[in-house]
């Protein structure tokens, strides 16, 4: 058997119909120049990161934790330092400490800014959680119980920021601006490194000692600059994301310049104490070698967004980011059109997962939501959404969001399960696979 029967034959045995299989062939073939691409960026982030790992001595000693308070744990300081050379700032908090990106967001926001206070968000509404953190909903402990104000100003109908409206907002009280990097579960546009530049210094030219925050949530090793390297003066994330590359168990980062992180490590610990402690038990060596594997972690789940995007654009169905559009995050929507095409895909994406492939997910009432969520996840890590991962709200337009796979081999797998899904169940039709 030659080794391409050999993968039919597996396929096979894990229920991928031959036709399947040769449509997704047909459309892996077509995005070889992409995906060239994707390698190459990889490949320059790969050595990013090991060009920082290697100017700062990682050596074993970095991979053993410490407990209690922490002080003086090199291999915490190091890997800050290692992500503080990747994003090219004067620092970074990259800790255990930090349960999630909203964490992350919610002490850079807190430590920075004071009552009276205002923040801009000049690219519309942040993502859900963060709504909660400023108190654009009732939210206990939100920083507008703490006299904190915040401004938004939406972008223009074609997706381009709206400069007059972005220069009236912006005021006295102005202390930071907050810019979300990618769409997450809106329909905006992501925002590519190079707009975000172009924002910045339209906002520095009005008011140059403003902070400019970036939640860089799915956006790291996408591109070969970060927002670091166009002005931001924080970046913020979640390692259950892209950063961890995977490996991390828990953890959020924030890089950036010295006096903005450690305010935010002010919060994280205390004032006066900020990044001296904070003891890393047993993650140190998970952190630094998801943080190696992360540009090819992130490169396969980009190609499993648009490989996805086209096999079922071709399908006739409405796909964000379009087959061909660049890509600036690694987060797919398909709108699915029905609640059966929904909970079909999420059914194939949940066969397809190393963990809890046997269970069969269903629409459930989310808090928080005001109709049913349906959610498919089989990680290694609780909730990583690096993993494999998709969900959406059962209301029209029925749209999944679709994100991350490990490897792009078990991205591929996942898309072409959810597609098998959906032929099984008669809602894609054999001949619809030409
Ligand atoms: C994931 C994400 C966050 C933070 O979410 P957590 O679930 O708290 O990690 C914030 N912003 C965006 C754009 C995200 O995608």
């Known amino acids: 058997m030659s080794i391409a029967e050999e993968i039919y034959s597996m396929y096979e045995k894990m229920e991928i119909s031959r036709e399947v299989l040769d449509y997704g062939i047909r459309a892996e073939n077509s995005l070889a120049d992409r995906f060239d691409r994707i390698d190459k960026v990889a490949e320059y982030n790969q050595l990013k990161v090991l060009h920082a790992m290697q100017k700062n001595h990682v050596s074993e000693a970095h991979f053993s934790g410490s407990t209690g308070y922490g002080y003086t744990d090199i291999g915490r300081d190091t890997l800050e330092q290692v992500y503080a050379d990747v994003f090219h700032t004067e620092t970074a908090l990259v800790r255990p400490q930090i349960t999630c990106g909203t964490h992350a967001l919610t002490i850079a926001l807190a430590g920075n800014l004071r009552p ?33 104000t915040y401004r938004q100003v939406d972008l223009l109908s074609d997706g381009s920021f709206d400069y007059d409206c972005i220069r009236t907002a912006i005021n006295e009280k102005t202390k930071l601006v907050t810019i979300q990097r990618s769409k997450g579960y809106d329909s905006r546009p992501t925002l590519s490194v190079e707009r975000i530049g172009e924002l910045i210094a339209f906002i520095k030219s009005i008011k140059p000692e ?172 609780s909730g990583s959404s690096i993993e494999l991962s998709a969900d959406g709200p059962l209301r029209e337009p029925y749209t999944v969001f679709f994100q991350g796979g490990l490897t792009w081999n078990h991205a591929r797998f996942g898309i072409l399960r959810s597609l098998q899904s959906l032929v099984d169940k008669g809602i894609v039709k054999i001949s619809d696979l030409c």
């Not at 970046?235 to 590359?245: A, R």
């Not at 190696?292 to 086209?310: D, E, M, R, S, Y």
């Not at 066969?351 to 809890?356: E, I, K, Q, T």
């Open 210 to 381: 403003v902070i400019c925050m970036v939640d860089n949530c799915y956006g790291e090793f996408v591109e070969t600059i970060e927002p670091s390297d166009v002005g931001a003066d924080m970046v913020v994330g979640s390692l259950i994301k892209n950063p961890g590359g995977g490996l991390a168990p828990i953890g959020g980062y924030i890089a950036g310049r010295e006096e903005y992180v450690n305010q935010a490590a002010y919060r994280l610990t205390a004032p006066g104490l900020g990044k001296e402690l904070g003891a890393t038990l047993g993650v140190n060596q998970a952190f630094y070698q998801g943080f190696f594997l992360a540009p090819t972690v992130t490169a396969g789940a980009l190609k499993g967004a648009i490989f996805a995007a086209n096999l079922y654009e071709k399908l006739g169905y409405k796909v964000i980011p379009n087959g061909s559009e660049e890509r600036y995050d690694i987060i797919q929507a398909v709108e699915m059109g029905t609640a059966e095409g929904l909970i079909a895909f999420c059914e194939g994406i949940q066969a397809a997962a190393p963990v809890d492939s046997y269970v069969t997910p269903e629409p459930w009432d989310m808090p928080g939501y005001d109709s049913q969520v349906i959610m498919a996840a089989g990680a290694f890590v």
């Open 116 to 148: 009276g206070d205002e923040i801009l968000s000049p690219v519309g509404k942040p993502y859900d959680t963060l709504q909660g953190i400023i108190g654009m909903r009732e939210c206990p402990g939100s920083l507008a119980e703490y006299g904190i």
